[in-house]
């Protein structure tokens, strides 16, 4: 599967899922899922992940985000020109990325916020609100990772 296919695939997704919470959901709603582990919860995050900037003054952080995002999309872009057909899993790893970045900071260009709703933890232990672009862009991370490590250790 290509980069830009696997971008469009997470892109559409995720949009689907912020569309589907915030027209049928109230801001601040919650629905349990799987008890009180794994709810649905309607929140808008002004910031990054886990509120990063969140109280920064929206003057200077849309312009922030925005760059940062048109940034890593320039890198992933250009590294993936580089990488061999073989591949594979790395290309799927920045599909993933790009994909994350572009649902996010679609959400940041219509709303100023980005729309979070997965909800878990236990009892009043719980994770920061995310949503599937966040997942994606972790994930896409972790996969790079560990194919770097998986190539370190080959090498020795």
Request: charged share 15%; hydrophobic share 55%.
């Amino acid at each position: 599967m290509t980069l830009r296919r696997v971008a469009w695939i997470l892109f559409l997704l995720d949009q689907g899922s912020k569309a589907l919470v915030a027209h049928g959901m109230r801001l601040g709603q919650s629905w349990p899922l799987i008890g009180n582990f794994l709810e649905l919860t309607y929140v808008q995050n002004p910031g990054a992940a886990f509120g990063f900037l969140a109280s920064a003054p929206a003057i200077w952080r849309a312009p922030f985000f925005i760059l940062v995002t048109l940034g890593a999309s320039l890198l992933v872009y250009a590294y993936q020109r580089f990488l061999p057909p073989e591949a594979k899993a790395v290309r799927v790893a920045l599909g993933l990325i790009w994909g994350g970045a572009l649902g996010n900071f679609t959400d940041r260009l219509w709303l100023g916020k980005v729309v979070d709703f997965i909800d878990v933890g236990i009892r009043q232990y719980r994770w920061p609100v995310f949503n599937l672009a966040d997942s994606a862009i972790t994930i896409g991370l972790g996969l790079l990772i560990l194919d770097f490590f998986r190539k370190r250790q080959s090498e020795n």
